[in-house]
């Protein structure tokens, strides 16, 4: 409604061309399929550097998932070529997985200190990059990236 007249008013429309909000979609359903992967071979590297190992209860205890659920995920991800799978030694990164992790971990990185510049708490921040590591391009990750070490250097 608008004030003078109390006649509702137009709401403008949002739509976008169709080719851009196909391609929208497109990114953010790839995204998505990436999340798990990236989300496991971050999450072995780190438990690689901390104790040198990464057992898969250790995992599904800190994913809060099933073992079966990641037996399943690592069964998969040794069939892309990210890990290896030793008996009784636990999961290995491989080559390509430890470029997946590091810079799934960069990511994650630019996106939490971007979010503590703006103000969000150091725990919130690192919850809310979890996230959104996942769906920025790579133009808004310079973006975030040149926002904070500017406003980093006028402090």
């Given amino acids: 409604m608008n004030d003078t007249n109390s006649q509702p008013t137009e709401i403008e429309s949002s739509l976008i061309a169709p080719d851009t909000q196909m391609e929208s979609f497109r990114q953010a359903r790839h995204n998505r399929r990436s999340e798990l992967v990236e989300d496991y071979v971050e999450l072995i590297a780190d438990l690689l550097a901390d104790g040198g190992e990464a057992r898969q209860v250790d995992i599904a205890q800190r994913l ?11 069964k998969r991800l040794s069939a892309e070529g990210y890990i290896q799978q030793r008996p009784y030694r636990g999961v290995f990164l491989t080559d390509i997985g430890k470029e997946l992790a590091r810079f799934s971990r960069e990511r994650h990185q630019i996106v939490e200190s971007f979010l503590c510049s703006i103000g ?3 725990e919130t921040a690192r919850m809310d990059a979890e996230g959104i590591e996942h769906h920025v ?7 975030l990236k040149k926002f904070t070490a500017a406003r980093t250097a006028t402090k």
């Fill in 137 to 143: 391009s790579p133009e808004t990750l310079e973006a």
């Fill in 120 to 122: 969000v708490s150091v």
């Fill in 64 to 74: 809060g998932v099933a073992q079966p659920t990641v037996a399943k995920m690592l």
